[in-house]
């Protein structure tokens, strides 16, 4: 009898595993960290598409969709690894709303998506900019808001002799479109030694934006020019200027001196009579030397009105230290502080981002990190000591898939509060070896 009720036990326990259904597989987390929705572009701009997905199972690839059509799509190199920051690009097309659409699979085939909602504008004119488009500077190419150096090529050698009256071999018939002529290629400009700093001051309502630049001298020695970039938080491009003699000046000079823009006067805006509005900016300066070398700097400033000069939300950037020369590999950690908040602990923030961007405004690195330490390049544990970038290792790129340089760079980190404060701060560094 004992037998006979151990048998059935057994098989009741069969029949009850039997017929429970297998657990389904987890979905990929998915952060996006930019474009936020509702960003607008202009026809022909690139957008970035920022995001950060993890999965405890590993991550297979990362698909990009625009109105559900795919238009990227990138693995992760090596073994599917559990956390995989890309930044992925489509350039506007098609003026109205599109639906940007991030897709994460892991290696058991599961999927998760997140997307958001962006609107693109024709440009009518290059010339005369919306009043939502950023103010072109008649010294500044009209091509680009960001500052790339393009290498001086020789015509190739099977070019036709220049005319001036055109025959019939090379008039284009009606059935055939000519070819636009070969584009030069982007090279990364290296450092020149000297000194360059951005100065991004806000108080008592007057607002100062100077850059100081110099190789081997005084302010003004041996350089060309200086760029400065006026950008939001996503790194999105909202004014220019540039300054071919010192002082180098945003809002103009006055006496030899930089003038500054007081709140409530014509003089606070961007230009083409924008007003500035208040919130964070990112001030990026890129000086050219004679010898065309370039040296970076960015300052982030906060904005209000009425002016309120009291700040208690701050992040700061632990490593690369201060001008730090770097070589073969990059440590990258951040620290947040202030009022409500515990930076070690990671109580009162929600997320902090942090990036590494090239000295023309590329990002080439995206991290969005929601516990402490909060590493540039993820630690995949809370409480672990951050992971250090090898550039060997990591076959000489970025986490974009962007080659290192020896060149200068940008450290980017942006902090945010539960309740809504958000604090940001950038520093350089530089790329002297990537052995």
């Avoid at 939300?313 to 009022?339: C, H, K, T």
């Amino acid at each position: 009898m004992r037998n006979l009720l151990y048998g059935l036990s057994i098989a009741l326990v069969a029949l009850l595993l039997g017929c429970q259904t297998p657990a389904a597989p987890t979905k990929p987390l998915i952060t996006l960290i930019s474009p936020p929705q509702g960003s607008v572009f202009q026809a022909g701009e690139q957008v970035a598409v920022h995001s950060s997905i993890t999965d405890a199972s590993g991550i297979a690839r990362v698909e990009l969709y625009v109105d559900g059509a795919v238009v990227a799509q990138d693995v992760p190199p090596g073994s599917p690894p559990p956390q995989f920051q890309v930044i992925q690009y489509w350039n506007a097309v098609g003026a109205g709303q599109h639906t940007l659409l991030v897709r994460a699979v892991n290696t058991a085939n599961a999927t998760n998506d997140a997307g958001v909602t962006i609107s693109v504008q024709t440009q009518t004119s290059l010339l005369t900019p919306t009043a939502t488009d950023a103010p072109v500077p008649t010294n500044v190419p009209l091509a680009s808001n960001t500052v790339r150096a393009l290498a001086t090529l020789p015509p190739p050698t099977d070019a036709p002799a220049a005319s001036n009256t055109p025959t019939a071999s090379n008039t284009p018939s009606p059935s055939h479109t000519p070819k636009p002529p070969p584009t030069a290629p982007i090279v990364d400009l290296p450092p020149f030694d000297g000194g360059m700093h951005v100065i991004a001051i806000y108080g008592g309502g007057d607002f100062l934006i100077q850059v100081t630049a110099h190789a081997g001298g005084d302010d003004g020695f041996n350089i060309d020019h200086v760029e400065m970039f006026v950008q939001d938080l996503n790194g999105k491009v909202i004014a220019t200027k540039r300054e071919d003699n010192s002082p180098y000046c945003f809002f103009g000079e006055a006496n030899g001196e930089c003038a500054a823009a007081h709140v409530g006067t014509n003089a606070f805006q961007w230009g083409n009579g924008r007003p500035i509005q208040p919130g964070w900016y990112l001030i990026r300066g890129v000086a050219y030397s004679k010898d065309h070398r370039i040296r970076t700097d960015e300052r982030a400033v906060r904005i209000t009105i009425p002016p309120n000069d009291l700040e208690n939300f701050f992040v700061e950037i632990d490593a690369p230290g201060d001008q730090d020369r770097v070589r073969d590999e990059l440590p990258y950690q951040a620290s947040v502080s202030g009022s409500g908040v515990n930076g070690e602990t990671g109580q009162g923030i929600d997320h902090v981002d942090l990036f590494v961007v090239q000295y023309n405004g590329e990002i080439v690195s995206a991290t969005r990190e929601k516990f402490a330490p909060y590493c540039g390049f993820a630690d995949e544990v809370q409480n672990t000591t951050c992971r250090i970038w090898n550039f060997k290792q990591r076959g000489g790129k970025w986490q974009s898939g962007a080659p290192v340089h020896l060149t200068q760079y940008l450290v980017r980190v942006i902090a945010y509060a539960q309740d809504g404060r958000i604090a940001a701060y950038s520093q350089m560094f530089q790329v002297d070896s990537i052995q």
